[in-house]
């Protein structure tokens, strides 16, 4: 059974930073883009930033210039280094997968668990 399990969530001060791991883990192919989504009760989930098994990312706006996400192919694991964090990026962090599993010829969509980052002012 394919797994992500999540990473380095914590409580910071406003201004600190925080690095997230997601390892992928059982019997996959091949990953195709790997990425990270936050969520504050009430609202959706959103997009923070992506990057594809060539590197190529993308990040939401309001990320730009202080979170970067970078991978280790061989290893299955995407990373998000966050930097000058703000209050407004409390929310629970879930890694994202799009991947093929061995016993599949097709992308599915795989998710963690979750990981608490707070942010305090």
């Known amino acids: 059974q394919v797994q992500l399990v999540e990473s380095g969530g914590g409580l910071v001060q406003s201004g600190g930073s925080l690095r997230l791991s997601c390892a992928a883990s059982?019997?996959?192919?091949?990953?195709?883009?790997m990425g990270w989504y936050r969520q504050v009760p009430g609202n959706q989930r959103e997009l923070v930033a992506r990057i594809t098994s060539g590197g190529s990312t993308n990040y939401a706006e309001s990320v730009k210039g202080r979170f970067t996400i970078s991978r280790d192919n061989a290893k299955n694991t995407v990373y998000l280094q966050m930097n000058s964090l703000k209050p407004e990026d409390t929310a629970v962090y879930y890694c994202?997968?799009?991947?093929?599993?061995?016993?599949?010829?097709?992308?599915?969509?795989?998710w963690g668990q979750g990981t608490q980052v707070t942010v305090s002012s």
């Open positions: 059982g019997s996959i192919f091949s990953i195709n883009v």
């Open positions: 994202n997968a799009d991947l093929r599993r061995l016993s599949t010829s097709y992308l599915e969509d795989f």
